[in-house]
């Protein structure tokens, strides 16, 4: 293989998914794009690096300091849901009606791969819970070990706070990944969703 064909293989190879076969067939692909295509695509890689960046205030993907949702002052801002990803949050927004906003954590406490609170936007919870009045604050982590563990971590520390809390309903399946679950259950999971008793 030529190097420069291989270089690119090996850049596409490191996307998740993504082997070696299926990596050369994409280079392969992008081989026989017009020049312009080519360039549209390796621009839209660049500029989704140079502009993205974390909400300030809940750690979604956005282009301006607050994304869309802290900056709708329609949204409630007292129903606070906290969420993995923001890959989460479009999968609620797509499937529910939630109309509150979110904390994203950007991963879920994993002793086994060394994820500590530390290692996630936890601090910049409780900097929002100090600063703001929530009526209720839902947990939307995945049913898997650690997510279960990083929700009873938090039920802990908002007991402690003083504030109510609740978690999705067990309507998603055990051991599932949130972005696995069809829309219809995670709607139900949402509206059935069990207060805490902490
Ligand atoms: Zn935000």
Redesign the pocket.
């Known amino acids: 293989m030529s190097p420069t064909l291989e270089r690119l293989v090996d850049q596409i190879a490191k996307l998740p998914g993504l082997g070696k076969k299926s990596a050369l067939r994409l280079a392969l692909h992008i081989l026989k794009q017009s020049e312009a295509d080519a360039r549209a695509l390796a621009d839209a890689i660049v500029q989704v690096k140079i502009k993205l960046h974390l ?6 993907l ?1 282009e301006g300091d ?2 869309v ?3 709708d002052q329609k949204r409630d801002g007292a129903l606070l849901c906290i969420v993995e990803s923001p890959q989460d949050i479009l999968r609620l927004e797509k499937a529910t009606g939630y109309r509150g ?2 904390h994203v954590l950007g991963g879920v406490l994993s002793p086994l791969d060394g994820v500590t609170p530390d290692d996630l936007r936890i601090a910049d919870l409780w900097k929002r819970t100090d600063q703001h009045v929530f009526r209720e604050v839902i947990l939307a982590l995945s049913p898997t070990a650690d997510g279960d563990a990083t929700s009873m971590y938090l039920l802990r520390e908002l007991k402690a706070r003083k504030l109510a809390a609740s978690r999705l309903a067990r309507g998603v399946p055990i051991g599932a990944e949130l972005e696995n679950v069809d829309e219809v259950t995670l709607s139900r999971a949402l509206a059935e969703r069990t207060k805490a008793d902490n």
């Open positions: 909400c300030a205030q809940c750690g979604n956005t607050l994304c949702i802290c900056a906003v979110y």
